[in-house]
């Protein structure tokens, strides 16, 4: 411990961590799910699927799995909601949605971007009957009606702000003011 530290009243700690003090640690910190979804355009509509297991209407992609990336999941979910695999181009949007209280905690949202698709594209859709009910095109205005309300307040953000050229940042559906 230096004089001065000693002087103000502060401890210098030099010990490092055995390697399971680390483990015990980590397992303390918080975890959030990721969710990563695609959106996708066709004719100038937003590609929108229903799913079978709960109301509403979804951008298709899903949670990431443990170990995999935001991007690796929602190119494995694309594939398995739609039998495309389809490039991701960009980052859209990252959002932080808190707890809705229902007890599946907080998440992050990664919403990609992927070139708009083509008619031979959305002609091999295959959709898992057990998973997604069926799929449309709407204009991104109108899919606002469709979507659950947590993903509409999250399109409303690229509606209103653009991401044409930037990610944008968001929390609960609602942009983050920052300086372009």
Do not use: N
């Not at 030099?14 to 066709?42: F, G, M, N, S």
């Not at 992609?61 to 935001?70: F, N, R, W």
């Not at 095109?137 to 109108?142: E, G, L, N, T």
């Amino acid at each position: 411990m230096t004089e001065a530290a000693a002087r103000r009243g502060v401890s210098i700690v030099t010990t490092k961590w055995t390697p399971e003090q680390r483990t015990e640690y980590t397992k303390r910190l918080p975890r959030k799910r990721i969710v990563a979804c695609l959106v996708a355009h066709h004719g100038g509509g937003l590609l929108l699927v229903k799913p079978t297991y709960r109301e509403g209407w979804l951008l298709p992609g899903g949670t990431v799995e443990a170990g995999e990336s935001p991007a690796a999941g929602c190119l494995r979910e694309t594939q398995e909601e739609l039998g495309l695999v389809l490039p991701i181009t960009r980052l859209l949007l990252v959002d932080h949605a808190t707890d809705p209280g229902d007890g599946s905690g907080d998440c992050l949202q990664f919403w990609f971007g992927t070139d708009d698709l083509t008619t031979a594209q959305v002609d091999a859709i295959v959709l898992p009957a057990d998973e997604i009910e069926t799929f449309r095109f709407v204009r991104p205005v109108d899919a606002r009606q469709l979507l659950v309300p947590r993903m509409a307040a999250r399109l409303d953000v690229l509606l209103r702000h653009g991401a044409a050229s930037r990610t944008l940042c968001s929390e609960d559906g609602h942009a983050l003011a920052f300086d372009p």
